[in-house]
């Protein structure tokens, strides 16, 4: 069974930080880029961050860059999202998803799920 499985979400105060992780199951993630999105209460899902499958090159969206990285290590089958100088934007359900090859903006592109983690960026 293909499975993505979130984890790390959490309640931060602001400025704090959270480490995201996205942990897949029955495939292999080396082919795969990954996508980060998330979605908020009343909200468009959207996109965060991605890395490609060859490169590993990166994409944030402008308003995380310079706050969020995103790694993966293939070897855990795994892709890391490190959120740093978290707001309360940034309160959302993440969601990590998976595409063959490159990474795309649209999230109806993208192949497999995960059920997502909440993010509380509040004091």
């Known amino acids: 069974q293909l499975q993505l499985v979130e984890s790390g979400g959490g309640l931060v105060q602001p400025g704090g930080s959270l480490r995201l992780s996205c942990a897949a199951s029955?495939?292999?993630?080396?082919?795969?880029?990954i996508g980060w999105f998330r979605q908020a209460p009343g909200k468009e899902r959207e996109g965060v961050s991605c890395?490609?499958?060859?490169?590993?090159?990166?994409f944030h969206t402008d308003s995380v860059k310079g706050r969020f990285t995103i790694s993966r290590d293939n070897a855990k089958n795994t892709v890391y999202l490190q959120m740093n100088s978290l707001k309360p934007e940034d309160t959302a359900v993440y969601y990590c998803?998976?595409?063959?090859?490159?990474?795309?903006?649209?999230?109806?592109?993208?192949?497999?799920w995960g059920q997502g983690t909440q993010v509380t960026v509040s004091s």
């Open positions: 998803a998976a595409i063959d090859g490159v990474c795309y903006s649209d999230y109806a592109e993208y192949d497999y």
């Open positions: 029955g495939f292999t993630l080396d082919y795969y880029a």
């Open positions: 890395i490609s499958s060859a490169h590993g090159r990166t």
